[in-house]
């Protein structure tokens, strides 16, 4: 048995936490994993990365390992970094015989849990809402609740109807990086909880810091951007644990001397990307060490305006530089093509144009044709509808309303500028506490959500999707329309 095992923990758990990175002297371990493990109340103040929390879920893991819940566990987290939390619980309690689900809708949930197959079911409260109301999922079964980042939620609401159904003697473990959050969340739902990591006193914010907002899932193919953009004579990659280290180095060059990856203590360098989410402590031995870069997926910008001033935004290459990339390549073929002299069948073919249009227009005209032609044909109309029955507006879902200051003019603007969507397209706009519903054109809802997932309103990256009549936060007030 390893040290880490000494702490009522089954062995390969013990085993798959020490092979993260975590140790038996580590302060969070020391106090978390065997708490967990004994089936007390827990509740986290940490950085906001699920990292943080894997001594606590191997507590967890290690009483489903021994079959001592009532239940199975259902962890909550935000739907951004559902897939996160789904690596964490899969690497620390995929070798112990447990039964995981990764809840990406509610369809394949439901059956699971129906059937009593599951051990740890992890999923977003958008997932789990319609799976509470049918009494599918039912809070008196369950034998333990992680609440995970409950401030970055979308629906917090769904605690209300879920919670008060939960037997007083299950367990509940709370993680998040708000100390008024979490406080509050104890006091509603976890009695006599021991509380790690809260401090009296706020961080006192440090700097200066870069900063790359970057998705949850794009960190790795981040560093090897950042690496060519910034060009360093060293770098250091920090890390909470070691889970991505291997995908990390291979996302970089072939090992050497300037570029190194740590979990601890860094070593000077001129630049230092923090992978995750640093405390503040861990951030002022990081500034000592370089110039430091701290990657932040959405979700994350609260905590680190708290702990990081004055900061430097950096700008990855998205889509707008793909667009303009792409627009590039069309006006270079067009000047090779008139570089290269052989422009007389066209000529001969346009010259009527000449004399009844601007040569302006007559090549616009031209232009869109060509861009037309290399598009792929538009989907097919669905069965039972005809081009006059397709719906002519769609709606669209963004996860952001009233509660976190946003007005309809937000709205608009990020649509008209960002998104490049013309005013006139955008139609009636219903702004409620905790989210907001944009009428849009049918045909190109589904590009503009895309493009509009992760775009950031009122410092609050949001997550935009069609709106199909899924589940959504509760408005606790009537919404205001433009």
Known sequence: MTEVGQLHLTDTIAHALTTLGWAADDPRVREAAPTAARGHNLALVTPPSPAYSAPALAGLGSRMARRE?????LLLCPEAELEEWGSLAATLLGGADLRLEVARGATRA???????????????????????ARGTLKGERLGAVVLAGPERWLDP??????????????????????????????ERYARKALVLGASAEAPKAL???????VAWNRRVPALGELLEMLDPTSLTVWT???????????????????????????????????????????LGQLLQ??????????????YIERIAAPRRPLRLAGPLDAAADSTAQRRNAIARGIDGGRLEQALLTLAPLFERYDATAVAAAVYDLWVEAGRPPSEPVPAGLTPDTVPATAKVFV?????????????????????????????RIELRDAYALVELPAQEAERIA?????????????????????????????????
């Open 240 to 282: 909470a644990d070691r889970a991505r280290h291997a995908a990390i180095a291979a996302a970089l060059p072939p090992p050497e001397e300037s570029i190194r990856l740590v979990t601890g203590d860094t070593p000077r360098a001129e630049v230092i990307v923090a992978f995750d989410v640093p405390d503040a402590q861990r």
């Open 110 to 132: 439901a059956k699971r849990v129906h059937g009593g197959t599951i051990d740890l079911l992890v999923a977003s409260p958008r997932a789990v809402a319609p799976l509470a």
């Open 157 to 186: 609401d769904l605690l209300v109807s879920l919670m008060p159904d939960v037997p007083h003697d299950r367990q509940r473990i709370i993680v998040g990086s708000a100390p008024d959050r979490v406080a509050d969340l104890v």
């Open 289 to 302: 060490a370089g110039e430091v870069v701290l990657l932040m997926p959405p979700g994350t910008e609260s």
């Open 207 to 213: 700097g200066p810091v870069r900063t790359v907002a």
């Open 399 to 427: 996860g952001v309303g009233k509660s976190d200051g946003a007005t309809p003019n937000d709205l608009v603007a990020v649509l008209t500028r960002e998104v490049r969507v013309a005013r006139e397209k955008i139609g």
């Open 450 to 482: 895309t493009a509009l997932n992760g775009a950031t309103i009122r410092r609050k990256r949001v997550v935009a999707r069609i709106d199909r009549g899924r589940a959504r936060p509760a408005a606790r007030a009537p919404g205001r329309t433009r």
């Open 69 to 73: 819940l009532e239940g199975p566990a």
